[in-house]
């Protein structure tokens, strides 16, 4: 990837975005979850709680993680692990770019749960 080309496409604007919250916007396909969290930071999840099939993206987001609204269960927005049950499966994270006012997601990889280094590419 050269330098000033974001991986990913464009998703969603920052002014599309809530303060502190999250959208639901389909990429390829794969629904996703974009949060901006209170320091302004931008992430992007999968939108589909592990523990049923729920939309993250209608919970509310403390700190740095998003909280399904049906059960409870936290997914940290970082590593994409569940920090409160009953959820015991990570939700997938996807690298985001922000340049000028455009959000870029790249859903071809995922974060891995444990460093924050890419771990996965998927086929296509
Ligand atoms: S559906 Fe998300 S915690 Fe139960």
């Not at 403390?62 to 970082?78: A, K, T």
């Not at 006012?101 to 749960?113: G, S």
């Amino acid at each position: 990837m050269s330098a000033g080309t974001p991986a990913g496409q464009p998703v969603i604007t920052l002014a599309e975005l809530p303060g502190v919250g999250a959208v639901r916007v389909l990429v390829d396909g794969v629904p996703v979850a974009v949060v901006r969290t209170e320091d302004g930071e931008v992430h992007a999840v999968g939108d589909t709680c592990t523990h049923a099939d729920v939309s993250l993206a209608e919970g509310e987001v403390d700190d740095c993680s998003i909280e399904c609204w049906l059960h409870g269960s936290r997914f940290d927005l970082r590593t994409g692990r569940p920090t409160a049950l009953p959820a015991i499966r990570p939700v997938p994270v996807y690298p985001v770019t922000v340049e000028g006012d455009t959000v870029f997601v790249d859903v071809t990889t995922t974060v891995d749960a444990g460093d924050g280094s890419v771990a996965a590419t998927k086929e296509n």
